[in-house]
């Protein structure tokens, strides 16, 4: 398979793969209605936690940063560590604009840092990392997601300089600014709220 297929093909299967709207299934299969309906109507972890429910919230979480890191690890192995990019960052843009829900779908930040952990698991983890941090200190995951989306490419660059043997570098720092503009996109809302005082913290019900 020539390069441009490769590609092709991850692109294709990652956007896919990433469609699949976790959040809402899990929310309808638990008896709990639409969760476009509840909260800011985000089919993400953080919005299904405003169910109540921290198992399906949990459960959201690990899928949808799974249905990335299962595209960037099979499209990995199979195609090559560019096309194994690739399809993560398609997988968060099927998590973003997913097919099956007219292109509306959620936020992005675990479908962000599952294309990281598998693909670039050094970025990853300190992306991860810096949500956590800055998470604990603010209580706000929006703001969190922003830092550590923010951060990521010059954590990608800064490992690719000063440690040569790990995954790192100018494609994943492409990669991480690619889907941080996205996930800034997607956070609009949240960024004005921010900027008023009025961003939600975490575990508090959205008015």
């Known amino acids: 398979m020539s390069a ?3 590609i092709i093909a991850a692109a294709i299967g990652g956007y896919l793969l990433g469609s699949i709207p976790f959040g809402l299934v899990l929310t309808k299969l ?4 639409d969760i476009r309906q509840i909260g800011s109507g985000n089919i993400g ?4 936690l405003r169910t109540g429910r921290k198992d399906l919230a949990l459960a959201t979480l690990l899928l949808d940063a799974g249905k990335a890191g299962v595209a960037a690890l099979i499209a990995g192995a199979l195609l090559g560590p560019i096309p194994g990019l690739v399809a993560g960052a ?3 843009v099927g998590h973003l604009y997913p097919v099956w829900l007219g292109f509306n779908g959620g936020k992005g930040v675990a479908t962000f840092m599952g294309t990281l952990l ?9 992306a991860a990392a810096t949500w956590l941090i800055t998470a604990g200190l603010f209580r706000i995951s929006s703001f969190a997601a922003l830092v550590a989306a923010a951060l990521s490419p010059f ?8 440690f040569p043997g790990m995954p790192g ?11 941080a503009a996205l996930v800034y996109w997607r956070h609009r809302a949240n960024i004005q709220r921010l900027m ?3 961003e939600p913290r975490i575990g508090a019900a959205k008015s």
């Open 45 to 48: 972890a953080t919005n299904v």
């Open 169 to 179: 570098g100018v494609p994943v720092a492409i990669c991480a600014a690619f889907m």
């Open 196 to 198: 008023a005082g009025q």
């Open 155 to 162: 954590i990608a660059l800064a490992i690719g300089h000063f």
């Open 118 to 126: 598998v693909a670039a698991w050094p970025v990853g983890l300190a």
């Open 30 to 33: 638990a008896g709990l209605g």
């Open 4 to 6: 441009t297929l490769a």
């Open 90 to 92: 398609a997988a968060f």
